[in-house]
């Protein structure tokens, strides 16, 4: 889901470093003092300028991903201009189209929140995440693309997507999509005409203090003609809107948790957005249809039901006795 495209064209273009060559051919990025090259192989290569040359850091070398720290560097930009410094070199050993302007992207926003000149310890802490993200992209997807973006079409929706994005599941197997503290909003979407979710008998259970929502809509598959956006599309639209590097990297971590191996269908899946705005509603949990505890015998455990949600008051509604306004999470709604 590359935001830097032209970056990514540039780098896409960029003459790859031959083993005769003694230098490296680099972009260099703009407001910052590091690079982005083209290794022999085509790999996108960091060069990171660091204010700890001689610091004992340890390199890594991993099947995706390799870390070289402190390695003496001559580079030339696209201007000309020589440079010759010490850098940390951080490598995608992949030659996946939309794993390289993943990376290039994320390792990007890695940078905004460091020093100019970061500390190599410093730099070693947001390498550990990237590594964690990129093993997440080796693991099968934990959800299907269409769950995935109709959670985020409630975000995107959301008049405060931060509020959203900072309450969203750490782990795609969460019971609920999101909480903020006693409040919670779990989100199902279907392709059928009727509105009908499944859920489990401890999704509608919660804790007796706790408040729950439930965010129902109609997502069907359609073409980008057909007013259809991908899940990059959804991604693009809300990160237009956040500010917080954080809260944007939180985003690209969670979709990485949650679609896996799936990654390239990220930009090619599309899904009917006018419709699926036109019926997305919100529904205090107690309205919905489900079974009694009185009834579930004590021996008798994960239960999984179907419930019909047609006809159900949207607590946004003027109808509604729900209270949108005591909670930060669901004004975000309003």
């Known amino acids: 889901m590359p935001q830097n495209s032209t970056l990514f064209s540039q780098f896409q273009l960029l003459q790859q470093t031959t083993e005769q060559e003694s230098h490296f051919n680099v972009i260099a990025l703009e407001n910052m003092p590091h690079k982005l090259g083209r290794s022999q192989e085509g790999f996108p290569k960091f060069f990171v300028r660091t204010n700890s040359a001689g610091s004992s850091v340890q390199n890594i070398v991993r099947e995706i991903l390799s870390v070289q720290y402190n390695a003496s560097c001559q580079l030339i930009d696209l201007q000309g201009n020589s440079e010759d410094n010490i850098f940390a070199i951080i490598t995608l050993r992949s030659p996946e189209v939309s794993l390289q302007s993943y990376f290039i992207d994320i390792f990007l926003m890695m940078l905004e929140r460091l020093p100019q000149f970061p500390a190599n310890r ?6 550990e995440n990237l590594i964690a993200i990129f093993n997440a992209l080796k693991n099968p997807p934990k959800k299907k693309i269409q769950g995935l973006w109709a959670e985020l079409l409630v975000i995107e929706q959301s008049t405060q997507p931060e509020t959203l994005i900072n309450a969203w599941h750490s782990s795609p197997s969460a019971k609920y999509d999101f909480t903020l503290g006693r409040d919670k909003i779990e989100v199902k979407s279907t392709s059928s005409e009727e509105r009908v979710h499944k859920f489990s008998f401890d ?3 919660p804790s007796a203090n706790s408040r729950l929502l439930i965010a129902s809509t109609i997502v069907r598959e ?8 991908s899940v990059k599309d ?3 639209r809300i990160r237009q809107r956040v500010t917080a590097i954080d809260s944007q990297l939180r985003m690209y971590t969670i979709i ?8 390239p269908r990220l930009e090619n899946v599309y899904f009917d ?6 019926y997305l509603e919100f529904y205090d949990y ?8 009185e009834n579930i015998p004590p021996v008798v455990t994960d239960i999984t039901f179907s419930s019909n949600l047609n006809g159900l008051v949207d607590v ?19």
């Not at 990485?256 to 990654?263: M, N, Y």
């Not at 107690?286 to 505890?293: E, K, N, Q, R």
């Not at 946004?316 to 309003?334: C, G, H, K, Q, V």
């Open 316 to 334: 946004r509604s003027d109808e509604s006795p729900f209270d949108m306004n005591s909670s930060a999470l669901y004004r975000s709604l309003i």
């Open 203 to 205: 999704q509608l259970h």
């Open 273 to 278: 957005y006018t419709t699926a705005v036109d």
């Open 286 to 293: 107690l309205t919905v249809p489900s079974i009694p505890d």
């Open 256 to 263: 990485a948790e949650t679609i896996g191996t799936d990654l």
């Open 222 to 229: 359609s073409g980008p003609a057909a007013d259809g956006l």
């Open 122 to 127: 410093e730099l070693a802490v947001e390498v």
């Open 234 to 236: 959804l991604y693009d």
